[in-house]
Nanobody
Framework: QLQLVESGGGLVQPGGSLSLSCAASGFTLDSYAIAWFRQAPGKDREGVSCISASDGRAYEGDFAKGRFTILRDNAKNTVYLKMNNLRPDDTGVYLC?????????????WGKGTLVTVSS
């Protein structure tokens, strides 16, 4: 079965850290750009970060710069999103997607998401 599976979400206090994983099964990630999105309750889905397949270049939303880091481990067929200094407005479901390239509107695969809750 071809799928992406996110993990690593949970409850964290403001200022804390989490590391999310996006693991692929049934296909290899190294030929895809992998993007992280998030969706907060009552809000539209927004892009968090993306890492390209060709050169490993990373793109980040303004809110993520300096706090979030996207990493690719092709040997483990996994992409990570390391999040530091989390804020309550980072709360939401975090999803990963595979695409031909980072700016592609077409996503080949989607995961089902992992919930991140930032609260004291």
């Amino acid at each position: 079965q071809l799928q992406l599976v996110e993990s690593g979400g949970g409850l964290v206090q403001p200022g804390g850290s989490l590391s999310l994983s996006c693991a692929a099964s049934g296909f290899t990630l190294d030929s895809y750009a992998i993007a992280w999105f998030r969706q907060a309750p009552g809000k539209d889905r927004e892009g968090v970060s993306c890492i390209s397949a060709s050169d490993g270049r990373a793109y980040e939303g303004d809110f993520a710069k300096g706090r979030f880091t996207i990493l690719r481990d092709n040997a483990k067929n996994t992409v990570y999103l390391k999040m530091n200094n989390l804020r309550p407005d980072d709360t939401g479901v975090y999803l990963c997607a595979a695409a031909p390239y980072c700016l592609s509107r077409v996503k080949t695969y989607w995961g089902k998401g992992t919930l991140v809750t930032v609260s004291s």
